[in-house]
């Protein structure tokens, strides 16, 4: 070797082994200052954050002062998966980050496509940690400096013009990089190529293409340079990095060789201005390409946003008035015209009209609002006028929790993420010291000229490795999928129950309220005397009408609901355990149990057969006997939702065992389950108990996810591995659950664990894009082909690579926006439950 060769081998082992210190050496936390009882620190962003490790106490509140000091999409949002928060950073502005963290210990925070990265250390304070040692902090708010808390419409507004601003600059600089290149590039490819002499020599001209290559490299490339220098004055390195070290190297060499050929042999006079022009030039028009696919990804919170309504026509002291939406205050009485959308939650005062609520809801047929309903912000009533009292406004209203469980699903981390995020931490540091020992291999081993193998391989390296491809991997799939739920009315409260969802091999089902409605409707109404239906109906409904019992309650509703006119009763007269007697039309009527009619010696032998048969159904029969004598039987049951059964079997069509739980007696269970198809009940289960039938199932090897609507179902739902709380059940239920289905639908179930199942296989056909690119295309690279087949990657094919891998990544992960529910197939026959 000579001594040249020696000086390049020693400095390549001491660059290496200095590369290790600079980006995994110890560095210094930095800690928040304590004032009124708030902890708080100011982290510039500028190419990453500064101070990037800050450390804080448990128990005390936090304010985090992010001041953006840049434009560009990477840095437009700031996430703390492992807190569920995140927060728009508009360009130029500070904005204040709030949170509690509850527990200690070191949570990490990133930029939106996650390549810049910074912790939080939590040091153990005075406050006791949670007993199960699993709580997470709360989600914290954030709120931009003397502004007030921005309306996320307004953050979304910033956001959206920032994004035109940006792809406004990228198109600029995208243009003059290829106006400038293109002339080059053209000479020098159609001399070296194809040995063309009618080449215009002033092209070939090294003064010449340093002159039209300059403004490349400073104006086009210069979002590069900016953030990639600016990332390792952070002792950190991405994308950027990689492609500034490249470029510039390449740069600098033919700068040398123009200004001061004869530092160097004849036979290393070579100049890659072309190679830095091509190479910035894709970059960027792969940047610009980039931006506009993931502005498709945020599509579901923009058009989330886009539900809201502007205004609201108010009545105030007898005064209409029209005021804009933040006006509204709850307890105002608000006018709905028809063909307005509904400004915000609210209870029907009069009026009657059909509501459309597939916008948040999913479900495509309207709904019928009368006196007493609830109406949604953001739906739209459609037929009738409707005048209602606001019950929820602002960040309370059922849109502004949906808008704000998305972000904070987006903000979380899948746990799938931890590979590519391990793999993040050390792939740059390990690319560059790659491109250090290829440098070093090729300058003492390559064939001549070896100066020039060897920059070409080392700059070829910097350029093909693509980080960014891995880490937007995971975030992009799960932005989309999260927002389709949501505009399927499915509230993903996190990406790790996207990403557990795909496994559940067992759906339990609560009976009550979730494969059932909930409540007892009028099912049956079957005569053995002289009345007609409708007239036995009407007398029943007459006579049950002033009692207060469930049953009572459903007759009457029942007679209303097809038709009748109830008359008015006399002589009612309840008793207790057996049923009503009344007066109707002068006739006298008994409604109620076996007992009842028995006890005043009507026969009911032709009764007895009817009521054992309703009851082998799961319902409650009811006997009617008029003046006298037997008249009939009427069922009453909590009927089964129309899609429950059609639900079970696409659950079973996928794979999923489906168990119904309920604390009804063993025979109405199974009637219930013989109807919708489910072939495993577990009945006559206390609420206390249902959590220890899933940690049972789980026992058993299950992936269980837990449906279920009341307030006894929240244990069970906490202790599934996917808890899912039907939308239209207890604020305690929907708390303790995963995932939330707003229309209350079981086909909602279905929905989320088929998408599910397309995330997860988005993210990892992401994963393979990225990492099998960077294995392929960085040996390659390399040049561990070159002995054996002379082939070499030339790095304008490299930057060309680099830009296909991340448009592939992100052009993969906008394919779930086409991605929608599939309607529910018809309902199999089973055999009986066991």
Not at 137 to 158: C, N, R
Not at 769 to 775: I, M, P, Q, S
């Amino acid at each position: 070797m000579t001594v040249s060769e020696i000086v390049v081998v020693v400095v390549a082992v001491a660059a290496i082994a200095a590369l290790g210190w600079f980006f995994f050496g110890p560095r210094r936390a930095r800690t928040a200052h304590l004032t009124g009882g708030v902890q708080q620190v100011r982290v510039t962003v500028r190419g990453g954050y500064r101070p990037d490790v800050i450390q804080v106490r448990q128990g005390l509140p936090v304010e985090m002062v992010f001041d953006r000091q840049e434009s560009g999409d990477c840095t437009s949002r700031v996430v703390f998966p492992d807190l569920r928060l995140s927060a728009a950073l508009p360009a130029f502005q500070t904005t204040t980050v709030h949170l509690t963290p509850a527990r200690a210990g070191s949570f990490g925070f990133a930029c939106g496509m996650n390549m810049i990265h910074g912790t939080l250390i939590v040091e153990p304070g005075d406050e006791p940690a949670p007993p199960d040692g699993n709580e997470q902090a709360p989600p914290g708010t954030a709120d931009q400096k003397d502004t007030g808390d921005p309306a996320a419409v307004d953050v979304e507004a910033a956001q959206a013009e920032e994004r035109r601003a940006e792809l406004a600059d990228l198109t600029r600089r995208v243009l003059i990089g290829a106006v400038l290149t293109l002339p080059v590039l053209f000479a020098v490819m159609a001399q070296s190529l194809f040995g063309a002499d009618w080449v215009p020599a002033v092209l070939l001209n090294r003064w010449v293409q340093l002159a039209l290559i300059t403004p490349v490299m400073c104006y086009t490339g210069r979002p590069i340079h900016r953030t990639g220098w600016l990332t390792l004055l952070h002792r950190g390195a991405d994308m950027n990095t990689l492609i500034t070290l490249g470029t510039t190297a390449a740069y600098g060499y033919s700068l040398l060789v123009t200004l001061a050929p004869g530092l160097l042999p004849s036979d290393l006079r070579e100049v890659y201005f072309e190679a830095v022009g091509v190479i910035l030039t894709l970059i960027m028009l792969g940047r610009l390409f980039e931006a506009r696919a993931k502005a498709g990804t945020g599509e579901a919170i923009r058009a989330l946003l886009g539900l809201q309504a502007r205004t609201a026509r108010v009545l105030r002291d007898g005064v209409e008035a029209e005021i804009p939406i933040d006006e509204v205050e709850v307890g105002d009485e608000v006018l709905i015209r028809p063909g307005e959308k509904i400004p915000v939650d609210a209870t029907v005062l009069s009026g009657q009209s059909a509501v459309d609520e597939s916008m948040v809801t999913g479900e495509p047929m309207p709904v019928t609002k009368r006196v007493g309903d609830t109406v949604i912000g953001a739906t739209i009533n459609t037929t009738g006028s409707l005048h209602v009292r606001a019950a929820q406004v602002g960040a309370d209203t059922m849109l502004a929790r949906i808008i704000k469980m998305v972000q904070q699903a987006q903000a979380s981390k899948a746990p799938i993420q931890r590979l590519a995020d391990a793999t993040s931490a050390y792939f740059v540091p390990v690319v560059v010291g790659i491109a250090i020992a290829a440098f070093a291999g090729w300058f003492v081993a390559g064939p001549p000229p070896a100066l020039t193998l060897a920059l070409v391989s080392a700059v070829a390296v910097l350029i093909i490795a693509c980080p960014c491809a891995l880490g937007l991997a995971t975030p992009l799939s799960i932005m989309v999928g999260t927002g389709k739920g949501a505009r399927a009315g499915i509230l993903i409260r996190s990406a790790e129950a996207l990403e557990t969802a795909h496994k559940l091999d067992t759906i339990v089902l609560d009976k009550t309220g979730t494969i059932t409605a909930g409540k007892p409707a009028l099912t049956d109404v079957e005569v053995t005397g002289t009345p007609s239906q409708s007239e036995l109906l009407a007398l029943v409904a007459a006579a049950e009408a002033d009692s207060e019992h469930p049953l009572a309650t459903a007759i009457v509703a029942g007679a209303r609901d097809r038709g009748l006119t109830v008359p008015t009763a006399t002589g009612f007269d309840s008793i207790t355990g057996k049923g009503v007697q009344a007066t109707v039309a002068g006739r006298a009527v008994l409604v109620g149990t076996t007992r009842l009619l028995a006890d005043a010696g009507i026969d009911t032998s032709r009764l007895d057969p009817i009521s054992r048969r309703l009851s082998g159904e799961g319902k409650t029969p009811i006997l009617a006997a008029i003046d006298g004598h037997p008249a009939g039987v009427l069922a009453v049951a909590d009927t089964v939702k129309d899609d429950s059964a059609a639900a079970i079997t696409a659950l079973h069509r996928l794979g999923v065992e489906v168990v119904m739980i309920t604390g009804d007696n063993a025979r109405t269970a199974a009637a219930i389950a013989r109807r919708v198809g489910i072939t495993r009940v577990l009945a006559e289960v206390l609420p206390e108990h249902k959590a220890g039938e899933i940690r049972r199932l789980q026992a058993e090897g299950r992936r269980v996810g837990m449906v279920g609507d009341g307030i006894n179902d929240a244990p069970a739902l906490a202790q599934a591995d996917v808890g899912l709380a039907i939308g239209t059940g207890t604020d305690v239920a929907i708390e303790a659950a995963d995932i939330t289905l707003i229309s209350g639908s079981l086909a909602g179930v279905v929905t989320a664990i088929r998408l599910s199942r397309a995330t997860m296989r988005n993210i990892r056909q992401n994963l393979f894009f990225a990492l099998v690119y960077n294995a392929i295309g960085i040996p390659l690279a390399a040049g561990v082909l070159y002995p054996l087949l002379e082939l070499r990657l030339s790095p304008m094919i490299a930057a060309g690579a680099m830009a296909l891998s991340s448009l592939s990544v992100v052009g993969n992960a906008n394919r779930l926006r086409r991605h929608h529910p599939v309607p529910l197939p018809d309902a199999e026959a089973v055999p009986a439950p066991r």
